[in-house]
């Protein structure tokens, strides 16, 4: 999903919330707002977040680390681990709990 079909997307639930601010079962409470899962309105909001929930969904997806990568991390710790990422194709957060998780697990020395 590309960031306009994001946008797109919010702003029709920005439009849904509009239509519902009548509504008896309307609650806002600062950011929450509570909407009635049984009326079209809401029904048709809550199908929108799911769309925007599936692309938060798939990037949290974790690839399992290969003991090749782990070798190729572990000899090539001098690197910057922007560089690192770059190179495993994985995020830099990815590469910092890797190189936490080897430094627990005793596989890493430095002192660093």
């Given at each position: 999903?590309t960031?306009a079909?994001q946008?797109?997307?919010?702003?029709?639930?920005?439009?849904?919330?509009n239509?519902?601010e009548?509504?008896?079962h309307?609650?806002?409470f600062?950011?929450?707002?509570r909407?009635?899962p049984?009326?079209p309105i809401g029904?048709?909001?809550q199908a929108?977040?799911?769309?925007l929930?599936e692309r938060?969904?798939q990037?949290?997806?974790?690839?399992?680390?290969?003991t090749?990568?782990e070798?190729?991390l572990?000899?090539?710790?001098h690197?910057k681990?922007?560089?690192l990422a770059?190179?495993?194709?994985?995020?830099?957060?990815?590469?910092q709990?890797?190189?936490f998780e080897?430094r627990?697990?005793?596989?890493?020395?430095?002192?660093?």
């Amino acid at each position: 999903m590309t960031k306009a079909e994001q946008k797109r997307i919010r702003l029709q639930i920005i439009e849904l919330l509009n239509q519902c601010e009548g509504c008896q079962h309307h609650y806002r409470f600062n950011a929450c707002v509570r909407i009635c899962p049984s009326c079209p309105i809401g029904q048709e909001m809550q199908a929108l977040g799911k769309k925007l929930g599936e692309r938060e969904r798939q990037n949290a997806v974790r690839r399992p680390w290969t003991t090749q990568e782990e070798e190729f991390l572990l000899q090539n710790l001098h690197m910057k681990k922007r560089e690192l990422a770059e190179k495993l194709g994985r995020s830099l957060r990815s590469i910092q709990n890797k190189i936490f998780e080897l430094r627990k697990k005793g596989r890493i020395h430095d002192a660093s």
